[in-house]
């Protein structure tokens, strides 16, 4: 990494958290001086509620940033988690995180509230399906690209991310 005074200061911005996995942004956020930007309902840890220990600045929904030229607008996605957040940049690549996984959506993180967080992701994938059709979706957990487009074409109608991953170029 290039001494703190060579880098122009950036927000850090994570589009969800969970449990089984670290993020490392709030150590990346402190070693670029940046800020950590984070959607507060995943602050809060769903198992035992509490709260986070860690500064960070509310990342919500339809925020919009400017990186450089780039123009960033972050999407409240919730369902895989609730805080879950998707970066659409310059109107046109949606980076859909964990909502999109390469092959199928995710699912709600955890066992005890799928039934009740899979409305959320149900409705957060109509609205990604509601984007522009020019709209070049980025799903998570890329796999090979014939594997990608085999698996999408093979997919069902009824699986609501085919249609968006067969729209993925490889």
């Not at 035992?48 to 339809?62: E, I, K, S, V």
């Not at 925020?63 to 919730?78: A, D, I, N, Q």
């Not at 369902?79 to 949606?94: A, E, F, I, K, S």
């Not at 979706?137 to 991953?165: D, E, G, Q």
């Amino acid at each position: 990494m290039p001494p703190r005074e060579a880098c122009e200061s950036r927000p850090l911005l994570d589009t969800h958290l969970q449990a089984d996995h670290l993020s490392g942004g709030v150590a990346l956020s402190k070693a670029a001086g940046a800020d950590y930007w984070l959607h507060p309902y995943d602050s809060i840890h769903p198992d035992d509620l509490l709260p986070a220990t860690f500064p960070f600045r509310y990342l919500q929904g339809d925020m919009s940033f400017t990186l450089g030229e780039v123009r960033v607008r972050m999407l409240h996605l919730p369902g895989h988690t609730l805080g879950m957040t998707n970066p659409l940049v310059d109107g046109r690549y949606l980076v859909t995180g964990d909502t999109l996984l390469s092959a199928r959506s995710a699912a709600p993180t955890w066992v005890a509230v799928q039934k009740t967080w899979a409305p959320l992701l149900y409705h957060s994938l109509q609205r990604v399906l509601a984007l522009p059709e020019n709209t070049i979706v980025l799903p998570a957990h890329l796999v090979t690209c014939t594997r990608r487009m085999s698996r999408a074409a093979t997919a069902p109608p009824s699986v609501p991310c085919a249609a968006a991953t067969r729209a993925c170029s490889c």
